[in-house]
């Protein structure tokens, strides 16, 4: 057996046998001081994500597979890393991203908060044309978990997947260059004066960041332009007092964004003021989840862990290089958009190979599963009827859309 393979078993032996931690030993996904880059991509980390999302996906439905925190988009600017070190823990509260804002748009003049604004009218319908070509990937790993395949289809198209999920990254990475263009020149503009009150807010520690009024006239403008304002300003903060390697960083739930794991832990906390979403649910429902599964069934999630491993160290050094040519705005200098597209379009492609993985797991896992077992998992999904049910634009409850026809993720023409 190979060392890897042995490490991973051992993993897995963990989740199923060991005790409960004690009160003085956390659960690693439990301490957001330890989050760091290696601990984002480490065994543990990945394999109760993807178990979350298994978890998620098996006892969900499309609505709340759609579900998207809109920082999850052109996340190059530190502001993840930020909310999962804060000193006071307070980064999964509702009110973190807001406070922060705030105090950004607080420091910055008239001038400046007119460059977000119409940054933000610019790149309105683009930012929600993502969320909608994400629609038929998502329509298309529950066909296929439903078993609900195309004639003459054996199941997913692995090679249409990530040439799917490379289109979306491109455009990922087009809202990325531009947002990093506006705010660079922001940032390389600040006025000593700002630079002095904006070095009083520190980075990782939200109680250092007094709470203000609202900056902007939100009937002014549209919900999404608003939403948008309010991301590029807690950005800017993060970018202009974080690092390269904050802006690197990624949380283990940023990939294989498309089976409900956000639907299950964040849709809960939207409407709801100073409400902390849990940062224990991830990795106790994933173990969860992986006691439930037999030896077979639990293979196929942990056997993931393997085939994803070149994979996701790509994704590092790809998304390293992404953020060192962004951060050239905040020096006055030029970036190169070719290069940024082409490398978000090789992320995309990464991330479609392992969407793909996961997909192709959770669906072999769902059409075995027993009656108890189903039972199981969905006691173990909490539910509340009063929480929003989808489907969703990023957070926001709209009709269900029209989706095109999904079959070319299949490996069959379209009629």
């Not at 993993?11 to 984002?40: M, W």
């Not at 993807?50 to 006892?59: E, K, P, S």
């Not at 994704?315 to 020096?331: M, S």
């Amino acid at each position: 057996m190979k060392i890897i393979s042995l490490v991973t078993a051992l993993i897995v032996l963990a989740c199923v046998f060991a005790a409960p931690a004690q009160e003085n030993q956390p659960h690693p996904l439990k301490q957001g001081r330890q989050y760091s880059l290696e601990q984002a991509v480490s065994d543990q980390a990945q394999l109760h994500t993807i178990a979350f999302d298994g978890l998620a996906f098996l006892t969900g439905d499309f609505g709340l597979d759609t579900f998207l925190p809109p920082g999850k988009v052109s996340d190059y600017f530190g502001f993840q890393y930020m909310r999962d070190i804060d000193a006071k823990e307070g980064g999964h509260n509702t009110s973190f991203l807001t406070r922060i804002a705030h105090n950004m748009l607080a420091v910055l003049n008239d001038g400046q908060k007119t460059q977000l604004l119409a940054l933000a009218v610019e790149q309105e319908n683009d930012i929600r044309r993502f969320a909608e070509l994400r629609l038929p990937l998502i329509k298309a790993f529950r066909r296929n978990l439903e078993n609900n395949l195309p004639a003459d289809s054996r199941g997913l198209d692995k090679s249409a997947v990530v040439k799917c999920s490379a289109s979306l990254y491109e455009l990922d990475g087009q809202l990325s260059f531009r947002r990093a263009q506006v705010m660079g020149g922001i940032i390389h503009g600040l006025s000593d004066a700002q630079k002095a009150a904006l070095a009083k807010l520190k980075f990782g520690d939200s109680r250092t960041w007094p709470d203000m009024p609202e900056q902007l006239d939100k009937r002014s403008m549209s919900h999404d332009v608003n939403v948008a304002v309010m991301t590029y300003a807690s950005e800017m903060f993060a970018w202009f007092a974080g690092s390269l390697e904050a802006d690197t960083y990624f949380c283990p739930e940023r990939h294989g964004m498309y089976f409900g794991g956000f639907g299950m832990k964040t849709a809960p906390a939207m409407g709801k003021q100073d409400y902390s979403i849990s940062t224990s649910l991830t990795g106790d429902s994933g173990e969860a989840f992986l006691v439930t599964l037999t030896a077979a069934q639990r293979k196929l999630i942990t056997d993931v862990i393997d085939f994803q491993r070149k994979d996701l160290a790509e994704i590092v050094a790809t998304r390293r290089a992404i953020a060192t040519e962004l951060r050239r705005f905040q020096k006055n200098e030029s970036a190169d958009k070719a290069k940024v597209l082409a490398l978000s379009k090789r992320y995309g492609e990464l991330d479609g190979e392992m969407s793909y993985l996961y997909a192709t797991a959770f669906a072999k896992v769902g059409q075995t599963l027993t009656a108890p077992q189903k039972q199981t998992l969905a006691r173990l999904r909490t539910t509340n009827p009063a929480d929003p049910q989808g489907p969703f634009l990023y957070s926001t409850p709209i009709n269900t859309p029209k989706i095109a026809n999904t079959d070319f993720l299949f490996g069959v023409a379209a009629k």
